[in-house]
């Protein structure tokens, strides 16, 4: 498979949410991981990521510059939902891009294509942080056995509840299966709750593929199998479970409000229109931030229903490219450092994933900070630790393949065509595995 043909299954894909986010006061600088070069042979590093937090990533950077006079950095930021078509074409044209955001959803697709490179294959300490690394994140950077990235942000999609909205209707506890959520929300609708779960869904959003993932990992399923073919043809399967349950929920109880981005579920959860949601994790970090959020303090995290209550957890890290190691090994040794830096231990400490946990509630992989005394402190403003990190010991990764992303252009649009009642669930899973089969053909051959 070529890079040129990769490009063309993915050129026109849409991906996931912008997002916002704003500055803040930096942690304490590190000590220097290495003594720098001679300022008179700068090297500079080409950094892409997508538009959140910008004002935090250019502190970040200051920092890293600070320790190492000899790297310039430049950072370019693309908004989310063109982030993948802006990266194969960054890629196709050969702009040159040292150091990049990645995820797991995009990794098969960049690394067949020879767009990015093993960190192993450069650094002797790459292999090192597995395990340091949470395993489900492990997975999602590693394609065919080796590891491609350190993680710059780690999350899992969870349950989501208002504590105070249950309490007063007499629910004495979140529901532990899907039949219950259905009973708990036909119930607060007899009390005159229009539509009790909140549903993120967008036809450009991965998030619609990623939470339905996670909802069915919740009943043990999984989408695909180790060969790579659609599970969800089995009508008795979790996956066509779940995708019928949240076409039912819409059409048949009334129970699903649809609505475009997590803002506008944060928006409607918190004027008490819903009682349930699932989103990223750190979603519930800003619904229950007194700064912002009226209802602050009212919302709980909860396992996801199902049989197996696991749940979908993830890795966004980052990669050094393939047209960084074709400028030499002064760039190797910069990209090198600049991940450790960003990603990794400096000092026994990881600085710039315990300042995203800290100061905006993002998810991490790395292990240490479970157990981080500051980021126990600001997470317990939040959520309940134990219970969260009793969901993370229930999170996988999601199996991936080169044709995911692309795949789910189609399928978004049939469960949005199947949730406004233009074709029946049936119809839908039929059309996704006749898309998901032609794009496994055409890659596979």
């Known amino acids: 498979m070529t890079g040129q043909l990769l490009g063309a299954l993915g050129a026109n894909r849409l991906t996931r949410r912008s997002l916002l986010g704003g500055a803040a006061a930096a942690l304490a600088v590190p000590a220097v991981l290495r003594a720098p070069r001679s300022a008179a042979a700068a090297t500079n590093l080409d950094f892409t990521v997508w538009s959140y937090g910008i004002d935090i990533i250019q502190d970040n950077i200051k920092l890293f510059q600070g320790m190492y006079p000899d790297v310039s950095v430049k950072l370019s930021d693309f908004a989310w939902p063109v982030f993948h078509e802006t990266m194969v074409n960054r890629f196709q044209s050969k702009t040159s891009t040292d150091v990049s955001y990645n995820g797991g959803n995009w990794l098969e697709e960049f690394a067949a294509a020879k767009w990015v490179v093993p960190l192993e294959d450069h650094f002797d300490w790459a292999k090192g942080y597995q395990d340091k690394v949470l395993d489900f994140a492990w997975q999602d950077m590693t394609y065919q056995g080796k590891v491609y990235g350190l993680p710059y942000y780690s999350d899992t999609i969870t349950f989501m509840y208002n504590g105070k909205i249950l309490a007063d209707a007499g629910i004495a506890e979140p529901p532990k299966t899907w039949d219950e959520v259905t009973e708990q929300a036909l119930a607060l609708k007899a009390k005159g709750m229009e539509s009790p779960f909140a549903y993120e869904f967008a036809n450009t959003l991965p998030n619609v593929s990623e939470a339905f993932a996670?909802?069915?990992?919740?009943?043990?399923?999984?989408?695909?199998?180790?060969?790579?073919?659609?599970?969800?043809?089995?009508?008795?399967?979790?996956?066509?479970?779940?995708?019928?349950?949240?076409?039912?929920?819409?059409?048949?109880?009334?129970?699903?409000?649809?609505?475009?981005?997590?803002?506008?579920?944060?928006?409607?959860?918190?004027?008490?229109?819903?009682?349930?949601?699932?989103?990223?994790?750190?979603?519930?970090?800003?619904?229950?931030?007194?700064?912002?959020?009226?209802?602050?303090?009212?919302?709980?995290l909860a396992m996801m229903p199902g049989e197996t209550q696991e749940c979908y957890g993830f890795a966004k890290f980052y990669n050094m490219t393939q047209m960084a190691v074709d400028r030499g090994q002064d760039v190797i040794d910069a990209c090198g450092n600049f991940i450790q830096y960003f990603a990794g231990e400096v000092d026994g400490q990881y600085p710039v994933a315990k300042r995203w946990a800290v100061e905006q509630g993002l998810g991490f992989a790395q292990k240490p900070l479970l157990d981080d005394p500051d980021v126990r402190a600001a997470f317990s403003a939040w959520v309940d630790v134990d219970l969260w990190k009793a969901q993370l010991t229930k999170a996988r990764a999601r199996r991936q393949a080169i044709w995911y992303g692309i795949w789910s252009e189609s399928f978004h649009p049939l469960l949005g065509r199947a949730l406004a009642g233009e074709i029946s669930a049936d119809d839908a899973l039929a059309q996704a595995a006749e898309a998901w089969n032609e794009l496994k053909k055409r890659v596979e051959g």
């Open 214 to 300: 996670s909802m069915v990992f919740g009943r043990g399923g999984e989408l695909i199998d180790e060969e790579r073919n659609p599970l969800w043809t089995d009508p008795n399967s979790p996956a066509a479970q779940q995708f019928k349950w949240l076409v039912d929920a819409k059409n048949t109880h009334g129970i699903l409000a649809l609505l475009p981005h997590e803002t506008d579920v944060a928006k409607a959860m918190n004027s008490g229109l819903h009682a349930f949601t699932v989103l990223f994790n750190y979603n519930l970090a800003a619904l229950n931030n007194a700064a912002t959020s009226p209802l602050a303090g009212q919302f709980k």
